[in-house]
């Protein structure tokens, strides 16, 4: 009786890992299938942060640990400090803990949470015409977004 019991819990055992196993191996595929590196290939990170093109668009109030900016069409990364402009086509990458806030030319405000990428298509905003337009696109990771509200009433 002993014996056809063990061989029953052995039988049982037996289909479940062989029923997990499959399962488990696509979970594991599908991560890594789907995990994008941050920073694209051969891009080299760069301590002495040099501005991209165009007028600054905003900038960086706060950071806490490794973020970067790539500029458009640059091949290195800069990492950043509280303070430095951002420019339109930045991609802002933070690493595992880490974060930044910022600000943007008509006030709105960004936080990225850590593990994200947002990349800055479109910002500006023109006082005299009391207008602003953005388009920022969150790649990857959380973000909060504060839009700031115009001073004059839209009829």
């Known amino acids: 009786m002993h014996d056809s019991y063990v061989r029953e819990l052995n039988h049982i055992l037996f289909f479940f890992v062989f029923l997990t196993l499959p ?3 696509c979970a594991f595929w599908y991560q890594s299938a789907c995990a994008q590196p941050m920073l694209p290939a051969g ?5 002495v942060y040099q501005g991209g093109s165009g007028l600054p668009v905003g900038k960086i109030q706060s ?7 790539v500029h458009a ?8 400090k509280t303070g430095l402009p951002l420019y339109r086509r930045d991609t802002i990458i933070t690493n595992r803990n880490a974060g930044l806030s910022c600000r943007l030319r008509d006030g709105s405000t ?4 850590a593990d994200s990428k947002l990349k800055i298509s479109l910002s500006a905003h023109d006082t005299q015409r009391r207008s602003s337009i953005a388009s920022l696109y969150l790649i990857a ?15």
């Open 110 to 113: 960004f936080k990225l949470a």
């Open 43 to 47: 891009t080299q990170v760069q301590n």
């Open 23 to 25: 399962f488990l191996s």
């Open 141 to 155: 990771g959380k973000a909060y977004f504060q839009i700031a509200k115009l001073s004059h009433q839209f009829h």
């Open 63 to 69: 950071v806490w640990g490794d973020v970067v900016i």
């Open 73 to 80: 069409g640059a091949e290195e990364a800069y990492r950043v």
